[in-house]
């Protein structure tokens, strides 16, 4: 690439720190003492409840280890992927996105109307996945989402598959120890995701010739309930950590997963727990491939601040709103460059004074 695109840079606020400063990084919590029982949660568990609940509150950011998913599983996913992007963009090109059915293949996302230095190929988890055909709040039309499957690589189907249901697994867990954490009983929340809309985005940054102008991913919260990633060794997630906002880079830690939890936690937890502020850097060397699993309600939820966790004192911070015409919102703004700000939950923010 000789003249970049400036689309790319970021305003200088938003750019890059290159010299990575070592600090205290997002917890890493050991999830080992889950696999010795199946269903209930024995007292024994107490501790990593706790704990949970603890990274939520202080960072919206851990790191599990022993979470109990197949290596293998992770590898040759993480392969098959890597094999697909090494193609042509003409090749790659024949499962591209459109407007009517945003899954697929494409290289121009834009984070923030910035446009981040990456190619992506995004897989729903249920295949077909329903959501609204349009955010048109009034408009009941829904739509089909189907993924589409590339010729080469061909084993890149079954290890979508395969790795889809281990993360499903350990979604469901997790959701399990935050409901515990917020005091709820450990089904709470389940019951939201029994048609659930995840999806596995497939990410690939190449070697970037302007690192210190562009990111990978500009500074964005995830929508959803939770996001699962998968980060090879490579690195260049940052977080932004909440006691003094400072971008906080996560150490690769082999065969660990990253979780955070997404809009739809800060707000079902009446801001107890919050989404908070990642990006990605990119370097001029090496480049770099990860994996979210974007753990994602039913499309006709309505989301908003449980009953259980809302108080005469502590009334509810959020108006109901709809996932699915929130998520149809998203894919809308994602596919052109529109003018209007991106939907965000603080648009369905209470003020104070609206609701005393
Ligand atoms: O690639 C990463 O490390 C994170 C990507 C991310 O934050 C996203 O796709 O929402
Ligand atoms: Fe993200």
New binding site residues.
Partial sequence: MGEVDPAFIQAVEHRPKLAIIEAEGIPLIDLSVLSSHESSYPSSTEPLVAEIGEACKNWGFFQVINHGVPLEKREKLELASREFFAQSTEEKSKVKRDEVNVQGYYDTERTKNVRDWKEVFDLTVKDPTVIPASHEPDDKELRKLVNRWPEYPSELREAFEEYAKAMEKLSYKLLELISLSLGLPEDRLGGFFDDHTSFI?L?H?PPCPIPHLAL??GR?K?GGAL?I?A?DDVG??EVKRKIDREWIHVKPTPNAYIINVGDIIQVWSNERYESVE?R?MVNSTKERF?M?FFFNPDHNVMVEPLKELTTAQNPAKYKAYNWGKFMANRKRSNFKKLDVENIQIYHFRIKLDESS
């Fill in positions: 985005r990410n940054y990978g991913v964005h995830d996001t990633l980060q260049g997630l990642h990605v990860s979210p």
